[in-house]
């Protein structure tokens, strides 16, 4: 029997389970079938579906269904799972799948060798899809007592998409998986054999923080290519008084190093791990992680793995899954739409494993080459930092996007690496597009436009902005129309100083919310009371209408923007109806003077007040801004191009984070 452990092949996936055996998170893992022999007539066995809505003759289209919360005691710890007697489980799944065409596409190689070694009497059936999902099986052998089965597979037909992953049947007794491999051929190397340093930004969230680094601590196969874990910590509660610090601190040992610094968001946070990596010189790679995740921390080893066979260097970056719904992925592959330059996702969004795991999901075995990938996690190459510097100084928002966008322009891609993936704090629950980050997000979308916008003068982008400020004005939501407006103003003062402007600019913002009621949530059980006593109707609106659509569109914006500018407010004193988050949509709050609208996370309302003055004076200043820039756009990005290398230079940064070319202060 050949020995693992002796094998000089790169390992390129280990086939891995729950760290902590979590049944949420299953599905991700294995597809659980429930399956079982029976006797037929003839004296042969026949295999027959329980499950509700198996398809006996095409047993690879049917939904997930884990029957037990029992298939969680399958699992044999990290790397083995036993197949009770006439059961098959598949790993044709996010984590356990092998993404050829990614494999194909990216890198030398032409072909992956699986090794499976087993324990019991069985079958191991490997099987490929295509890029439309249609699913095709292999090789099959039966195997018998301690065995290690080896499947040559060569990559002849992935150019466009498709995934390698193989089932174990059980027969009449368990059947034991010991481990999985996917190997690179014999003789296959490598481009590069470089390790990583992790860069972890926090704020503030010590406990979260800390169960990330013993994650990461506690896997070998793992460690043994990371050179630091590194926490720059811009909070005010020190990461290094957390009680979870100094387990992390014994698992990682002299890995670990913090840094701690002013908050100068994400950016500044990742513009430090990424400056003190070129500079300490030991790692080819950077791995950028936010602070509220768990990870799978067989992800971080394949993307550097990934990364060490790309055919040139490369920025590999995770998917996000939900931390608190654990099989629910948030976005597959993500690009800039250039006509208005927004980002977003270019594929189904919120996915969830647990009703159409990957086999049953066709869309998914197509390859999708992506324009971003988020700074959740990461992986990029220190080459590509010394060859184009590091982010931009926006202290958060459009930082990774446009991070890829330059590194493309100097010829290295973005690759989000099916199988790599952490789990972030849910956004299910969160609209940033109203709040404080709302300054961010306008001022930054327009930086990154005038720096890689194909489009003559933006496109479509002052249309777009210009169609949203008029929706905030009439929702009443002036404060971030003022946000939006201050960030125009920001950008027409030049690059020179966002730099300067990353320190401070966070208190301006908040500063500004003083003079909008909107701004301030409100708990009802707290503030309401001191409304005078009426009563505030709570109003429910159908959730399938769409609103007014094209010559009805015209004449209710008619309307409204006359009302809002000219008719005298009635009732302003307190609120007079009541909106939960999903029924305030654009064109149902326009239709009050005084409302309450509750908040994305269902915590706090906020008061939305008609104001005919504030909404005339700010509709012209909407339409004045957004023209003045697209007017400028080719001076404005002639200046922001000129000066990218400069503000975004390590020798720059290295002057605002107050660092000499000696080192860092370490805790």
């Known amino acids: 029997m050949t020995d693992p452990t002796a094998d000089a092949r790169t390992v390129l996936q280990r086939v891995v389970f729950p760290v902590h055996g979590d049944p949420q998170a299953l599905p991700l893992y294995l597809d659980a079938e429930t399956w079982s022999w029976t006797e037929s007539s003839d004296g042969g066995l026949t295999l027959l579906a329980k499950a509700r809505g198996l398809d006996a003759e095409n047993p690879n289209r049917r939904p997930l269904r884990l029957t037990s919360r029992n298939d969680i005691t399958l699992l044999d710890g990290r790397r083995g799972l036993t197949v009770p007697a006439g059961r098959t489980i598949s790993l044709g799944t996010y984590f356990n799948g092998f993404p050829a065409s990614y494999w194909n596409t990216w890198t030398a190689l032409d072909g992956v060798v699986l090794r499976v070694r087993t324990n019991g009497v069985g079958r191991v059936i490997v099987y490929r899809s295509n890029a439309r999902g249609v699913v095709q099986r292999v090789d099959a052998v039966e195997v018998a007592g301690e065995a290690t089965t080896e499947f040559d597979l060569p990559f002849t037909s992935f150019i466009d998409g498709g995934w390698l992953w193989f089932d174990l049947i059980a027969d009449d007794a368990d059947f034991s ?192 080459d992506v324009d971003y990938n988020g700074w959740w996690m990461s992986l990029i190459p220190v080459e590509v930092v010394r060859s184009i510097g590091l982010s931009l100084p926006v202290f958060i928002k459009w930082d990774d996007a446009e991070y890829s966008l330059r590194a493309r322009a100097h010829g290295a891609a973005t690759v989000s690496l099916p199988g790599a993936a952490v789990w972030h704090v849910s956004w299910v629950d969160k609209d940033d597009s109203h709040d404080w980050q709302a300054f961010f997000h306008a001022r930054n979308r327009l930086v990154a436009a005038l720096l890689h916008s194909p489009k003559r003068r933006g496109g479509k982008l002052w249309r777009s902005n210009l169609a949203s400020d008029v929706k905030n004005l009439l929702t009443m939501d002036y404060y971030t129309v003022a946000m939006k407006h201050e960030a125009i103003r920001n950008v027409l003062r030049g690059p020179g100083q966002l730099h300067t402007d990353m320190v401070d600019r966070l208190a301006r913002v908040r500063a500004l919310g003083a003079d909008f009621v909107e701004s301030k949530p409100m708990r009802i059980a707290e503030e309401l009371p001191r409304f005078p006593a009426r009563e505030i109707k709570t109003i429910t609106t159908s959730t399938v209408d769409p609103g007014p659509t094209g010559l009805a569109f015209v004449g209710w914006l008619t309307g409204k923007l006359w009302r809002h500018a000219f008719a005298k407010p009635v009732g302003t004193d307190s609120p007079r109806a009541h909106l939960a988050y999903q029924d305030a949509r654009w064109f149902q709050v326009p239709e009050y003077d005084s409302v309450l609208v509750t908040n994305a996370e269902g915590s706090a309302v906020t008061w939305h007040v008609r104001n005919p003055r504030r909404f005339r004076r700010m509709l012209v200043d909407a339409v004045r801004l957004n023209l003045r820039y697209r007017r400028a756009w080719p001076r404005l990005s002639r200046q922001y191009r000129d000066a990218l290398p400069e503000i975004t230079s390590i020798d720059r940064w290295a002057d605002s984070l107050g660092v000499d070319g000696r080192g860092s202060d370490e805790s």
């Open 177 to 368: 998986l010991v481990e999985g491999d996917w190997l690179a051929r014999e003789g296959a190397s490598p481009r590069t054999a470089g390790t990583a340093t992790v860069s972890i930004t926090t704020l503030n969230r010590g406990d979260y923080c800390t169960r990330l680094l013993t994650e990461i601590g506690n896997d070998e196969p793992t460690i043994a290519l990371l050179d630091r874990v590194l926490v720059v910590d811009q909070g005010s509660e020190r990461i290094v008084e957390n009680a979870g610090y100094p387990a992390a601190q014994a698992v990682l040992g002299d890995r670990l190093q913090v840094i701690e610094q002013a908050n100068l968001g994400g950016s500044g946070g990742f513009s430090r791990g990424m400056l003190e990596t070129v500079r300490a010189g030991d790692s080819e790679y950077v791995l950028l992680l936010d602070d509220d995740v768990e990870v799978e921390p067989e992800s971080i080893r394949r993307a550097i793995t990934f990364g060490n066979f790309c055919n040139r260097p490369t920025i590999v970056g995770g998917h996000m899954l939900d931390m608190y719904d654990k099989s629910k992925l948030h976005a597959y592959a993500e690009g800039i739409r250039w006509d208005a330059f927004i980002w977003g996702p270019f594929t189904p969004d919120r996915h969830d494993f647990a009703e159409s795991n990957l086999r049953q999901t066709r869309w998914m075995h197509r390859r999708f």
